[in-house]
């Protein structure tokens, strides 16, 4: 990793579900006049070997809204594909950033659909096999639509805040977990690992 400009590669296979995932992480920052506009210049893979599986993830935009007055906040926008190797398959996401005057239920909205694409054009609208619903921020909704249409399903649920949560920064489970050092791990990862900085671990221990 390098701090200027900031650039990370990320591994992850998973001990109890077989899964490995890595991306590079660099990204581009513009300001468009309202917010700043983040987006990622590589593309994170997924790898499922029980199922002889690969997805490529094309992220979308990731904003930063009112830094300068009023209270911050991060939202996501425009469009998240999902891409099977070796097929025609793939899921399309959008995401809509909140409005001025938006209600709760339209704050970290998403739609889409899974269907079938050639030369980056839906064949017909007929290929859709499933569509998608909900807020990134609560809970995903998937709908099958073919053969016929089906029930939906709730297929995804955010996990709670942890207790005490806003006196930590408003992190989650996972991201309190990052730090997480024990010793079967210092001769398995990287020398440039960053849990291996002194200043990060004495930050642990304040």
Known sequence: MTHHPPVTACYCKGRKSNYIYQTNQKSNIKFSGKCLLISQQFRAYIDLPDFNERYEVEFPIMSLHNFILGTPFIDIGETMKINKAGSQQKAIINFHRRGWFGKDKDI?????????????????????????????????????V???KGEIERVWRKTPYPEQAEMMYGMSHFSLQMNYFPSWLHRKIAPTDTRRRPDSVSYTHL
């Not at 269907?115 to 709908?143: P, R, V, Y």
Request: neutral net charge; aromatic residues 4%.
């Open 108 to 144: 970290a909205k998403l739609d889409g659909e899974i269907c079938n694409e050639i030369d980056g054009k839906k064949k017909k609208t007929a290929d859709t096999s499933m569509l998608i619903t909900g807020n990134w921020n609560a809970d995903i909704f998937l709908q099958k």
């Open 146 to 148: 073919l053969p016929s």
